[in-house]
């Protein structure tokens, strides 16, 4: 008798022995025949498998691979009506809007990091999808732990684009007082934690958030966006670990755009992606069509449920594509082809996929998407020329918000920092800071 598991057979025999009728005599099996028949299932701890005497390895080459989730076809068409997360006109317009005005504040500030005007920036482009899919699926009171390429998911939450600006000039008006790279948000109002830049460090303190939440019983959870290159962190394995061994309500979001930094997945690992992992760790698992907003949404909505509900971690890997560079300090030509990146753009876009899902409706025409695209570049320019005008923080506060209150040693510096520069006030730009309030 074959018995198939996912993709695999082991055989279990049974050998058959002839009943002779006539002289009603039985041959017995010799013992020790078969294992399979004379022991119980193995009872080692932590595996859970069957004997077999057969000496064969798991291959990983003749395993098919885990399918990827869809909603939408390329022409943008729901093929499964039953999949279809009905979602009205304007919460589908939201998102297009979220996802363009995203689009935009990006092409702007990118420039402006060129132009010399800010020092440092990364788009998001092609990833448009997993920002906003995944937070619309969210309760706003879930926290989110990003990597640093999960703006969208901030703006879907309220963050205005005076802050974005602010923050990435790192003027008077930024939350975090200047003390950031830029693109390194974070908004206790959103309940988004702020971003660090060394990979995967947000991973193992997303897991100790929502052990506390689930502690707390307050039936939230916690999601925690990292990338394919990420997940080759040790962090990421403990975080993977802890959390299933702790039953934490905590979404894992893998976006995987294909090359980290710069590194092709090819290069970065041999196994299935990064969602083969899952199972491995003992989570629930799904695959999905990072650049269908509509999967992207049903899975998250779905991983939520089982997150809250169940206690449980569960694993997304949504499949995308960086159509931009990995930021302003990488220029992607060096790593691949021009036609790749043009291919992407033109025929699988989150944007322009969801577009034509909203022509299609009758939703969207031409004459919205010309007036929508002049108010959004407006909208930007606007918070733009009003962040670039305003003073840097006032520089005491480097010496503020560490302690809850300023220790001697720190009161001490700060005093000595006064004086020399009253002293040499002539050689330090002072005019381009804030005055202490």
Not at 225 to 233: D, K, Q, V
């Given at each position: 008798?074959?018995?198939?598991?996912g993709?695999?057979?082991?055989?279990?025999?049974r050998?058959?022995?002839?009943l002779?009728?006539r002289?009603?005599i039985?041959?017995?099996?010799p013992?020790m025949?078969?294992?399979?028949m004379?022991?119980?299932?193995?009872n080692f701890?932590?595996?859970?498998?069957?004997?077999?005497?057969?000496?064969e390895f798991?291959?990983p080459?003749l395993?098919d691979g885990i399918?990827?989730?869809?909603?939408?076809?390329?022409?943008s068409?729901?093929?499964?009506?039953d999949h279809?997360?009905?979602?009205?006109?304007?919460?589908?317009v939201k998102?297009y809007h979220r996802?363009?005005?995203?689009?935009?504040?990006?092409?702007?500030?990118?420039?402006?990091?060129?132009?010399?005007r800010?020092?440092f920036?990364?788009?998001?482009?092609?990833?448009?999808?997993?920002h906003?899919?995944?937070?619309?699926?969210?309760?706003?009171?879930?926290v989110?732990?990003?990597q640093?390429r999960?703006?969208?998911?901030l703006?879907?939450?309220?963050f205005t684009?005076?802050?974005?600006m602010?923050?990435c000039?790192g003027?008077?008006?930024d939350i975090?007082?200047?003390?950031q790279?830029p693109?390194?948000?974070?908004?206790?109002?959103?309940?988004f934690?702020?971003i660090s830049s060394?990979?995967?460090?947000?991973?193992?303190?997303?897991v100790?958030?929502?052990?506390?939440l689930?502690?707390?019983?307050?039936?939230?959870?916690?999601?925690?966006y990292?990338?394919?290159g990420?997940?080759s962190e040790?962090?990421?394995?403990?975080a993977?670990?802890?959390s299933?061994?702790?039953?934490?309500?905590?979404?894992?979001?893998?976006?995987?755009?294909?090359?980290a930094i710069?590194?092709?997945?090819?290069?970065?690992?041999?196994?299935?992606g990064v969602?083969?992992?899952?199972?491995a760790?003992?989570?629930?698992?799904?695959?999905?069509?990072?650049?269908?907003?509509f999967?992207v949404?049903n899975a998250?909505?779905?991983?939520?449920?089982?997150?809250?509900?169940?206690?449980?971690?569960?694993?997304?890997?949504?499949?995308?594509y960086?159509?931009?560079?990995?930021?302003?300090?990488?220029?992607?030509?060096?790593y691949?082809?021009?036609?790749?990146v043009r291919n992407?753009?033109?025929k699988?876009h989150?944007?322009?996929?969801?577009?034509?899902?909203?022509?299609?409706?009758?939703?969207?025409?031409?004459?919205?998407?010309?007036?929508?695209?002049?108010d959004?570049?407006?909208?930007v320019m606007?918070?733009?020329?009003r962040?670039e005008?305003?003073l840097?923080p006032?520089?005491?506060?480097?010496?503020?918000?560490v302690?809850a209150e300023?220790?001697?040693h720190?009161?001490?510096?700060?005093?000595?920092?006064?004086?020399?520069?009253?002293?040499?006030?002539?050689?330090?730009?002072v005019k381009?800071?804030?005055?202490?309030?």
């Amino acid at each position: 008798m074959a018995i198939r598991l996912g993709t695999w057979y082991a055989n279990v025999g049974r050998r058959v022995f002839p009943l002779f009728a006539r002289n009603v005599i039985r041959i017995e099996p010799p013992k020790m025949l078969c294992s399979s028949m004379t022991e119980d299932k193995p009872n080692f701890p932590g595996s859970r498998s069957q004997w077999t005497e057969k000496l064969e390895f798991v291959q990983p080459d003749l395993y098919d691979g885990i399918p990827v989730y869809r909603v939408m076809d390329r022409n943008s068409d729901v093929i499964n009506p039953d999949h279809d997360p009905q979602l009205d006109e304007n919460t589908v317009v939201k998102m297009y809007h979220r996802m363009t005005l995203l689009n935009t504040m990006d092409r702007i500030m990118y420039e402006s990091q060129r132009q010399g005007r800010i020092s440092f920036y990364m788009t998001n482009y092609g990833e448009e999808g997993t920002h906003i899919g995944s937070a619309a699926a969210l309760n706003p009171d879930d926290v989110v732990y990003g990597q640093y390429r999960e703006a969208g998911v901030l703006m879907w939450r309220g963050f205005t684009l005076d802050k974005f600006m602010n923050q990435c000039y790192g003027n008077e008006g930024d939350i975090g007082k200047g003390r950031q790279m830029p693109v390194h948000y974070g908004s206790t109002e959103h309940n988004f934690v702020t971003i660090s830049s060394p990979l995967a460090t947000q991973m193992p303190q997303a897991v100790g958030t929502a052990y506390s939440l689930k502690r707390a019983q307050k039936g939230l959870c916690v999601i925690c966006y990292f990338g394919e290159g990420t997940s080759s962190e040790g962090d990421a394995h403990a975080a993977f670990n802890f959390s299933a061994t702790l039953d934490c309500p905590i979404i894992f979001f893998c976006r995987n755009n294909g090359y980290a930094i710069s590194t092709p997945t090819s290069e970065q690992y041999r196994g299935d992606g990064v969602a083969s992992r899952g199972p491995a760790y003992g989570m629930a698992t799904i695959r999905v069509d990072g650049n269908d907003v509509f999967a992207v949404y049903n899975a998250t909505k779905a991983a939520r449920d089982i997150a809250v509900k169940e206690n449980r971690p569960v694993l997304i890997e949504a499949m995308t594509y960086r159509i931009g560079h990995h930021s302003t300090s990488d220029d992607s030509s060096a790593y691949r082809s021009v036609d790749e990146v043009r291919n992407w753009d033109a025929k699988r876009h989150p944007i322009a996929r969801l577009r034509t899902y909203m022509v299609n409706k009758n939703w969207w025409n031409d004459d919205k998407e010309k007036q929508w695209k002049d108010d959004c570049k407006r909208q930007v320019m606007q918070a733009f020329a009003r962040a670039e005008k305003r003073l840097k923080p006032n520089w005491k506060e480097m010496f503020t918000d560490v302690y809850a209150e300023v220790p001697e040693h720190i009161q001490s510096q700060m005093q000595y920092m006064v004086e020399h520069v009253k002293e040499y006030e002539e050689h330090y730009p002072v005019k381009n800071y804030a005055k202490e309030r």
